[in-house]
């Protein structure tokens, strides 16, 4: 008899856990399963500023998929799905030069999201994405050649322009690069850049004040879901490392000179990397158009795509409206902590259907969130509450650690982690 084929789309924290929680069912032969993602790893997307930064080596921030699900049974296929034909049941696969034709019975979802540049001219063109392991190295290659072309630029006004870094988008990842890279370039500086050398002709050593930073964002206040003890905390903390934050800052054009601002300021920078947000990414349906809801595919209380019993969409890419949030409830917010969550429920209706049972709602109760604000300090609200310094700082680097499928992961991590706190960061260009 032939056994019901489960095919996960994308393998972000969505995908691997509705994976990790059907790899039993398919360990017991029934059903078999199917993951197929545009990489062979799972990106922990969570600590990709540590890698831009110098913090963490680009490896250790990604899991080969197959390590993850050796000797379980699950299928890895390393493609982008190209189309969807929800009534044949039939995926078009493009991998590498070769293309196939696979068949589903159940299919899963869960392909994330992409950077937003909400049609901002100049955009997409002149900054820096941090979504995938490749935004991270490509991140961290562009701060160590700013440097080392600032350090033999005689024409002044380049080299103020080389040594200016901009952040667009004061949201968690925003905060936590912006801090991370004030304290990567403080050390180069000490370490490496803070000697004769630095400018030519010039027997002064460059001075620490030298490279700026700002962090622009277009709303009232940075972190806006934390309180005001919290967020006056990060301010503080930003401003100490020497970061410049500007809110109510609206981006309106992009150039390879810097940005200019809906005020008429312009803000000079060689350097910008963009976090001001994501938008869904989702597949292409060969016969329907999923009912979408600001780009979010719309769900079921199931999780269920509208008007469909055999595809399920969680995390990034779905618009889930809880049920139990009361009236005028927004979508779930587009968060690892959500999409994690979502996968328990998913995994257990996928099984609940093929097994002609009731399937199971979802409300979804936040654990809490933290952010870090460079090394030694974070904040986080846990529940109700309220909590900043240095064990926030290590509570919020555990909790990260453990969400980590391996213990080989887990320990490399904290080997990493061990080290830096007593070596300066590693500015070996990679690629």
Not at 33 to 59: D, K, Q, Y
Not at 74 to 81: D, F, K, P
Not at 311 to 334: E, M, N
Not at 343 to 362: C, G, H, M, P, Y
Request: aromatic share 10%.
């Amino acid at each position: 008899m032939r056994r019901p084929h489960v095919v996960i789309l994308g393998a972000g924290f969505g995908g691997v856990y509705v994976a990790k929680r059907l790899k039993r069912a398919v360990r017991n032969g029934e059903i078999d399963l199917t993951i197929i993602n545009r990489t062979n790893s799972f990106l922990f997307t969570p600590l990709l500023h540590e890698v831009a930064t110098g913090g963490l080596s680009p490896r250790t921030v990604a899991e080969p998929l197959r390590e993850i699900f050796a000797r379980t049974g699950v299928r890895i296929i390393q493609g982008q799905v190209e189309s969807i034909n929800s009534v044949g049941r039939r995926l078009s696969v493009r991998t590498g030069e070769h293309s196939l034709k696979l068949d589903y019975d159940y299919l899963v979802i869960a392909t994330g999201a992409e950077t937003n540049f909400y049609g901002i001219p100049g955009a997409a063109e002149n900054t820096l994405s941090l979504k995938s392991l490749k935004d991270a190295i490509k991140i961290r290659d562009r701060i160590i050649d700013a440097f080392e072309e600032a350090v033999v630029t005689e024409d002044e006004a380049k080299r103020r322009a080389l040594l200016s870094f901009a952040i667009v988008g004061g949201g968690a990842t925003g905060v936590e690069v912006a801090a991370e890279l004030a304290e990567f370039i403080d050390g180069m500086v000490k370490r490496y850049y803070g000697d004769a050398h630095c400018r030519v002709g010039d027997p002064r050593h460059c001075r620490r004040e030298e490279p700026k930073v700002a962090l622009i964002h277009a709303g009232k206040e940075l972190l806006e879901q934390f309180a005001p003890s919290l967020r006056a905390s990060v301010y503080r903390h930003l401003s100490q490392k020497g970061v410049a934050v500007m809110v109510e800052a609206v981006v309106t054009e992009v150039t390879a000179e810097g940005l200019k601002l809906a005020s008429g300021t312009a803000i000079p920078a060689a350097t910008i990397i963009w976090t001001a947000g994501v938008k869904a990414s989702a597949p292409v349906f060969e016969d329907v158009k999923p009912t979408l809801i600001g780009g979010r595919m719309a769900v079921d209380n199931y999780f269920r795509l509208l008007g469909s019993k055999d595809i399920f969409v969680l995390g990034d890419a779905a618009a889930y409206v809880d049920q139990y949030g009361g009236s005028h409830q927004k979508p779930l917010p587009q968060l690892a902590q959500v999409a994690e969550a979502q996968s328990e429920t998913v995994a257990a209706n996928v099984l609940a259907s093929i097994r002609k049972q009731l399937l199971q709602d979802f409300h979804y109760e936040s654990k809490g969130s933290m952010v870090s604000v460079g090394q030694w300090f974070a904040i986080g609200e846990i529940y109700s509450m309220h909590m900043a310094g240095r064990f926030t700082w290590w509570l919020w680097r555990t909790v990260y650690l453990f969400k980590f499928a391996s213990w080989k992961k887990r320990i490399r991590i904290g080997f990493e982690w061990f080290i830096q706190m007593f070596f300066p960061r590693d500015i070996t260009r990679i690629s």
